[in-house]
């Protein structure tokens, strides 16, 4: 039985390649989508003419029959190309441009195609031939492999002001008129405040929460995850690499049962009425769409993977969270790497999943100690491991707990917004260890605005709240007062 040749459109070939003979027009639109190894192997004639046509366009010679032939000549490719005489057919073939687009992508198809099963050959031979240290990573990497051949075909073309124009125009007649600046758009955050400035997190958003470690940043990212599944019913995925997913619901139903952690944990001082309120939240959180990945250490590929796979079996997927950065591993190639491009792979990876799902992401992160060491409000700067984090990311969220020196080394202002902050953790009932009074910091917002969001952490709850309006009026006033304040000489 002969063996079945790659497939391939000679035809459509021949189609494009005359309109480029007839049509420099037809040059620059064809030499924007193809390249060389478009055109069918065993059409080597093909291959050299649009080569010869590519190297004119790019030195802005104008392409004709007599260009190409003198440039076939220089490359000692006249024989194989069977010109001039098969340039002239080609340009005879071609009676409208009309359907040049379409034979552009027939050949683009047929490409994607060829290069499609040639990627499984070589995964099939490489697995016959190859020893296979990790089976996960091999077959994460072969994965890899067929998504960036696939991807190909999905480029695009430039869009026309009026096409985006009217689709714009589509979206704002659906849209209903806002009768407050809270209006979510995106994944509802749970926190009106929040929603203020973000309008929700959009699809295709890569979103870092960061704070420094014991701050609450696993607690808050578990509630964004809950708040979004429940206020706008839509699945969610978490990854959590440093806590199994049997302690990440513990603390979902503590947060939604209003039942201490600590009884949960120990069953110490679990009266009937609290051991009702856990079972009504268990059964409240198993309708829950929520998939949890806890997978110690998940390597970067296997987490895109299963994303994947999610969002094409939960197509409403509302939100993804990764807890937390610095945790999830790269393939052993970059292990040689230093640890700065590995995160900014990691980075750039999530932002372009976020994109390619149309999801928003929320990758946790560390601050750095330099927020410590140097007191005061955490800066972008302050993002530990690598630049590409604030780089890429559309919104960065910044979770902080003011602290002050030690007694004995406090200046007059220090004394000050000590003063103010605990006036502030009064009125809005913050009582020390067991409800602690935070700022969440929206520290770049590239579709929105920046600012603070005042909030209270119930950390026996493992739960956040705004404050009530009552209270967060009273926290913006005190807070107006320690940013006027000016100290007079000691």
Do not use: W
């Not at 700067?381 to 406090?410: N, T, W, Y």
């Amino acid at each position: 039985m002969a063996e079945k040749k790659l497939p391939h459109n000679t035809e459509a070939e021949k189609a494009v390649l005359g309109a480029m003979i007839r049509s420099n027009a037809m040059v620059s639109e064809a030499v924007a989508k193809l390249n060389t190894e478009d055109f069918f192997e065993g059409n080597e004639n093909h291959r050299v003419i649009f080569a010869a046509m590519l190297r004119l366009y790019n030195r802005g010679v104008p392409v004709d029959p007599q260009t190409i032939t003198n440039e076939l000549i220089n490359s000692k490719e006249l024989e194989v190309s069977g010109a001039p005489e098969y340039l002239i057919e080609l340009a005879d073939a071609i009676v409208s441009f009309e359907n040049f687009s379409d034979y552009v992508r027939i050949v683009q198809d047929h490409a994607v195609l060829r290069n499609f099963l040639k990627t499984i050959d070589e995964i099939s031979k490489s697995y016959y031939t190859k020893d296979i240290n990790e089976i996960t990573e091999f077959i994460a990497q072969s994965e890899k492999k067929i998504t960036e051949v696939t991807e190909k075909r999905r480029v695009g073309d430039f869009q026309r002001a009026d096409q985006v124009a009217k689709r714009l125009s589509e979206e704002l007649a659906s849209l209903k008129t806002a009768t407050t600046d809270d209006t979510v758009t995106g994944t509802p955050t749970g926190f009106p405040k929040l929603n203020v400035l973000t309008h929700g997190f959009q699809p295709g958003e890569f979103i870092v929460l960061a704070a420094r470690p014991g701050i609450g940043k696993t607690a808050l990212s578990l509630n964004l995850a809950y708040n979004a599944t429940t206020k706008a019913n839509v699945p969610v995925a978490y990854f959590s690499l440093e806590m199994p997913a049997s302690m990440l619901f513990k603390r979902l139903v503590s947060a939604d049962s209003d039942v201490e952690f600590d009884n949960l944990i120990t069953g110490f001082g679990l009266n009937a009425n609290k051991r009702l309120k856990l079972q009504q939240s268990c059964e409240r959180m198993a309708q829950k769409r929520i998939y949890v990945d806890d997978t110690s250490g998940i390597k970067l590929l296997d987490l895109v993977a299963k994303c994947r796979k999610l969002k094409a079996q939960e197509p409403d997927l509302g939100l993804i969270v990764v807890d937390y950065i610095g945790l999830v591993t790269t393939s052993s190639k970059t292990k040689s790497e230093s640890r700065q491009l590995e995160v900014q792979m990691i980075s750039q990876t999530l932002k372009k999943l976020a994109l390619d799902l149309k999801v928003p992401i929320i990758g946790v992160a560390q601050l750095n100690r330099n927020v410590e060491n140097r007191g005061g409000e955490p800066q972008l700067s302050d993002l530990r491991e690598s630049g590409s984090i604030e780089q890429d990311a559309d919104i960065v969220l910044m979770l902080h707990e003011k602290k002050f020196s030690p007694v004995g080394q406090k200046n007059q202002l220090d004394k000050h917004n000590e003063e103010v902050v605990k006036a502030q953790e009064e009125a809005v009932g913050a009582k020390g260890e067991d409800i602690k009074l935070v700022d969440l910091f929206v520290r770049k917002n590239r579709s929105g605005r920046m600012g603070k969001v005042p909030l209270l952490f119930k950390k026996n709850f493992c739960r956040f709240d705004s404050l009530s309006e009552q209270a967060e009026k009273k926290y913006e006033e005190l807070d107006n007062e320690q940013v006027n304040y000016l100290p007079t000489g000691e």
